[in-house]
């Protein structure tokens, strides 16, 4: 009898253990997004050109985005943003750091630092999810999701032959409160 309640038991800590991973593992709470923008567009100029080998490289670039929805704030509804970053890049290894301003459609401004990005497409990727942090304007401290269709972006062979001096993608983006 003991043998079989020490197995009972240790199935029902089992079974336990196995429904609580469900929940930190799920979908964060709607109210942690501050906005959320789910089209947009960017472009970003390479001076010089991303090459075969290394070497410093500016970034600059421009963008819009639509479709935003502020759960706190109905009336944003889209913004504007400009790209800056600089970097050692090659085509084999190049994801530039980046600053980008955005400009809401009530005239607040938003400054975003990614990490990372993708300026040369990796071979088999079509979408790439960047991560940054509000630094500085309206949401500071919020965490920043950038997803990117990278299927538009050039890829290595193209590196190779001519270089990369530009790149366009679609783009979503997510703002959301860290805690």
Known sequence: MKRLLGCVSGVA???????????AFAQPSPDL????CSQGNQRQDYAPAISLFARFTTV?????????????????AFGSFTIIGASSASCLVSSLSTQNTVTWNDGSES???????VDVRPPGTTM??????????RYEG?????????????????????????????ISLTLRRLF
């Not at 800590?13 to 929940?23: I, N």
């Not at 600059?60 to 944003?76: E, F, I, K, V």
């Not at 990278?150 to 193209?158: H, L, M, N």
Request: contains cysteine; hydrophobic residues 45%; proline residues 5%.
């Open 13 to 23: 800590a089992a079974l336990a253990f196995v429904a609580v991973p469900g929940k």
């Open 33 to 36: 997004t501050l906005v959320e």
């Open 60 to 76: 600059t670039g421009t963008g819009q985005l639509s479709s935003c929805r502020a759960p706190s704030d109905p009336g944003l």
């Open 111 to 117: 400054t975003i630092d990614f990490i990372g990005g």
């Open 128 to 137: 790439v999810t960047v991560l940054g942090r509000v630094s500085g304007g």
């Open 142 to 170: 919020a965490l920043a999701i950038k997803t990117m269709d990278v299927s538009a972006i050039p890829g290595v062979t193209r590196c190779l032959l001519s270089g990369v001096r530009s790149a366009n993608a679609n």
